[in-house]
């Protein structure tokens, strides 16, 4: 059963690490996950290395799943172009895009995560 | 080994050391090493993935940008003011749009300077003196790593001399790595900053609330917190992204600077951004002390223009207001919704930049340059304002971003008729 959730994005050090080797398998590592509370990470019926896809009213992607410190309903993706694919482009005339606090369905997945090439 | 200046992050730190033949560095944080470590670079200027010279490629992007009745000249986080400058002035005459990395990170924080100042101090104030400290939507363990030991958790300052006379305050929607450091984390629900704030100015003032919780935190401990920032005796608010990037933006921080006038009544308190790159401070200041405004400024009626809800990257990119891109430093195909960067995918851009990234994978034309603070020097602004001279300590084949954009200019003014 697919789960509501708010997505959160922000810095983590792996994505700051690797933020100048865009197209190396670090970053690749760095930004294409979300952490989930234990709670929503076993809901869906997830492990260590599953994937999910999170859908938006702004796109949809698809990430591998951890385990996060985070309240129920929450999920957090490292900044980047998979936090990007779902976070809401509507500024409300201020010129920034709602990168935090946007709602969003996440499911298991069998489909595999793209590439950092294949985003574009 | 050089003594030099880091080039990663807003701290800019200024106590480093990098040895030149290896090609290590010694005492940064794990982001600054990794600033300071041999990495791929692009290997030479390209137009169409081929490998052409410099002045070829100077020479397309000129082409590019004065047949564009708009283009869109973005990024200036990562270079030092000299070449910001540069890029200021080549907008203006190609009557295009600047706009910088701002606009999707602290922008709102401009905003609400204009509406409600900033009451605000150095970090060597927050070093020396703060004995309250609250990373408000901030995590700088994994921002500006080296910032809580230098200067806001566990640094040593003339009154607040170590970090028993210090209480850190972390107030997150999540239990971040700086959650962890703090004396107490007040965990709040997403969006309710705006909400908390003003329970907070109520409670300093001493009016009652009529309610249990607010924004996911009791009324007791937002009381107990206003008292902690009443007896404080300077205190700081470091603000992050948790605030300028959720509901509210703008008017979250303008609700957080009125708090801090309140508690200015009573005792000394500043709040101030945690800025991310190490010169993002001057890709607003340079373009402000040139033509008046921070970011998203429109040329394309001959004089500037400041409105974000236009000349923002985003919304620019989102109603296709840009018919051609200049690229700086910055890497807007992986940090913009996808939508925008859709019309960017639609429109010759040109990228310059020392290393490549997605940006580069959609670029007509590609021209690499020198790494500032390594190869290329010059001067930046540390995230509380403080100009620092960053150095070159190693000889490059690279040009630098100043004159890459100054022989671009040169070139431009000639095919535009300017004398």
Redesign the interface.
């Known amino acids: 059963m697919p789960i509501e959730v708010?997505i959160?994005?922000?810095?983590?050090?792996d994505q700051?690490?690797?933020v100048?080797?865009?197209?190396?398998e670090e970053y690749f590592k760095a930004v294409s996950y979300c952490e989930l509370s234990k709670d929503d990470f076993e809901a869906l019926g997830l492990n260590e290395g599953d994937r999910v896809k999170i859908k938006s009213d702004?796109?949809e992607v698809v990430v591998f799943a951890r385990i996060?410190?985070?309240?129920k309903g929450?999920i957090?993706i490292p900044?980047?172009?998979y936090a990007?694919?779902v976070?809401?482009?509507d500024?409300?005339?201020?010129?920034?895009?709602?990168?935090?606090?946007v709602k969003a369905i996440v499911d298991r997945t069998d489909e595999e995560v793209k590439r950092?090439?294949d985003?574009? | 080994m050089e003594n030099v200046v880091c080039t990663?992050?807003g701290s800019v730190c200024d106590d480093v050391q990098f040895d030149t033949q290896q090609y290590k560095g010694k005492k940064f944080c794990?982001?600054g090493?990794?600033?300071f470590s041999a990495?791929?670079r692009i290997k030479s200027p390209m137009i169409d993935g081929k490998a052409v010279s410099y002045e070829e490629a100077i020479d397309a992007a000129v082409d590019i940008l004065v047949n564009s009745k708009k283009p869109l000249l973005y990024g200036w986080a990562s270079t030092v003011n000299e070449a910001i400058r540069v890029g200021v002035i080549l907008t203006e005459k190609l009557g295009g749009i600047y706009d910088q990395c701002s606009?999707?990170c602290h922008?709102?924080g401009v905003?609400s300077t204009i509406e409600e100042g900033l009451p605000g101090g150095t970090l060597g104030q927050v070093k020396n003196r703060a004995d309250v400290v609250v990373f408000w939507g901030s995590?700088p363990?994994?921002?500006h790593?080296r910032h809580p030991t230098r200067y806001s958790v566990t640094a040593k300052g003339f009154f607040v001399k170590d970090r028993k006379e210090r209480k850190v305050i972390v107030v997150d929607?999540?239990?971040t790595k700086s959650a962890r450091l703090a004396d107490e984390f007040i965990?709040i629900k997403?969006?309710y900053d705006y909400a908390i704030f003003s329970a907070l100015r109520m409670l300093v003032k001493g009016e009652e609330i009529e309610a249990e919780e607010v924004g996911g935190v009791s009324v007791s401990k937002l009381a107990e917190l206003a008292e902690t920032m009443k007896n404080a005796k300077y205190g700081a608010i470091l603000y992050g992204?948790?605030i300028?990037?959720?509901?509210g933006?703008?008017r979250n921080i303008e609700n957080a600077v009125k708090l801090i006038q309140l508690l200015n009544r009573y005792t000394r308190w500043i709040i101030w951004p945690m800025r991310?790159h190490y010169n993002v401070v001057g890709a607003g200041e340079v373009p402000a002390w040139e033509v008046g405004y921070q970011?998203?400024i429109d040329f394309s009626r001959g004089y500037p223009r400041f409105s974000?809800?236009e000349?923002?990257?985003?919304?620019a990119l989102?109603r296709r207001d840009c018919d051609a891109a200049l690229i700086v430093a910055s890497?807007p195909?992986?940090?913009?919704?996808?939508?925008?960067?859709e019309h960017l995918?639609s429109i010759p851009v040109i990228q310059i930049d020392?290393?490549?990234?997605?940006t580069?994978?959609?670029s007509k034309v590609v021209i690499p340059a020198a790494i500032t603070g390594i190869e290329a020097e010059g001067t930046a602004y540390r995230m509380d304002g403080i100009p620092l001279r960053v150095k070159k300590v190693v000889d490059s084949e690279y040009w630098s971003d100043e004159k890459i954009l100054h022989e671009m200019l040169k070139r431009v003014e000639v095919r535009m008729g300017f004398s």
């Not at chain 2, 300028?244 to 509901?247: D, I, K, V």
């Not at chain 2, 020392?354 to 997605?358: A, I, L, R, Y």
Request: proline letters at 9%; hydrophobic letters at 35%.
């Open positions: 708010e959160i994005t922000g810095r983590t050090i700051g690490r690797t100048e080797e865009k197209l190396s702004f796109g996060g410190d985070l309240p929450m957090f900044m980047g172009p990007n694919a976070i809401s482009d500024t409300d005339g201020t010129g920034m895009p709602r990168f935090k606090g950092i090439e985003l574009i | 990663f992050c794990a982001l090493m990794s600033k990495k791929e606009s999707v922008g709102p905003l995590n363990m994994e921002a790593p929607v999540r239990k965990q997403p969006g992204l948790g300028t990037q959720s509901r933006r703008d991310g970011y998203a974000p809800a000349f923002a990257v985003s919304e989102l890497d195909v992986a940090h913009l919704p996808k939508k925008a960067v995918k020392p290393f490549p990234n997605m580069t994978l959609i």
